[in-house]
T-cell receptor, first 114, second 112 residues
Framework: ETGVTQSPTHLIKTRGQQVTLRCSSQ?????VSWYQQALGQGPQFIFQ???????GRGNFPPRFSGLQFPNYSSELNVNALELDDSALYLC?????????????FGEGSRLTVL | AQRVTQPEKLLSVFKGAPVELKCNYS??????LFWYVQYSRQRLQLLLR??SRESIKGFTADLNKGETSFHLKKPFAQEEDSAMYYC??????????????FGRGTQLTVWP
């Protein structure tokens, strides 16, 4: 069974740039959620994708967008980067037909915005 | 609005001592509560959920709706319990929506 994988693991961008983060869900999982974890804080829900459509969104501006592909992998895109976007971005997968609430997390992509 | 509060950012105990990690929540409905754990250099993973009423690695947590709490307890802490613990709430009970509200976490250190 393949776990959730994310890429890249680390990256540095400057203000105003755009970034794309990628996530491969765990085998058999069709739902992907993205979380932002700022330093010293718990993960904060950005949005979730199910059947290639956004299915729930947290309190994040439209410059945070995403995609889900037919193989259930997903991308998180952030436009017009701001300093406060510096954080660990976590991807989590789950099965819509499985146990509720259990998310399987990747190791995250650490974004630094200068 | 949903909120999960973990009042202790850091918690230290000696091996063999009891440990309690506090979690309080605010939510008007019937939530599902979870504890997630992150060991050093590992990814965040589920420890236990209140609906299962199970003990995992000696940890238990009881949902107290009157006090809106879901404290995590273990009678005899072990060094391998040292980790970051996050309390999380799923407001959509019975739904597979992957939206959880997390607390800020408590770093537990168990000294030998």
């Amino acid at each position: 069974e393949t776990g959730v994988t994310q890429s890249p693991t680390h990256l540095i961008k400057t203000r105003g740039q755009q970034v794309t983060l990628r996530c491969s869900s765990q085998s058999g999982h069709n739902t992907v959620s993205w979380y932002q974890q700022a330093l010293g804080q718990g993960p904060q829900f950005i949005f979730q994708y199910y059947r290639e459509e956004e299915n729930g969104r947290g309190n994040f501006p439209p410059r945070f967008s995403g995609l889900q592909f037919p193989n259930y992998s997903s991308e998180l895109n952030v436009n017009a980067l701001e300093l406060d976007d510096s954080a660990l971005y976590l991807c989590a997968s789950s099965s819509a037909s499985g146990n509720t609430g259990e998310l399987f997390f990747g190791e995250g992509s650490r974004l630094t915005v200068l | 609005a949903q909120r999960v509060t973990q009042p202790e950012k850091l918690l230290s105990v000696f091996k063999g001592a009891p440990v309690e990690l506090k979690c309080n929540y605010s939510y008007s409905g019937s939530p599902e509560l979870f504890w997630y754990v992150q060991y050093s250099r590992q990814r965040l993973q589920l420890l236990l959920r209140h609906i299962s009423r199970e003990s995992i690695k000696g940890f238990t947590a009881d949902l107290n709706k009157g006090e809106t709490s879901f404290h995590l307890k273990k009678p005899f802490a072990q060094e391998e319990d040292s980790a970051m613990y996050y309390c999380a709430l799923n407001p959509n009970r019975g739904s597979t929506l992957g939206r959880l509200y997390f607390g800020r976490g408590t770093q537990l250190t168990v000294w030998p």
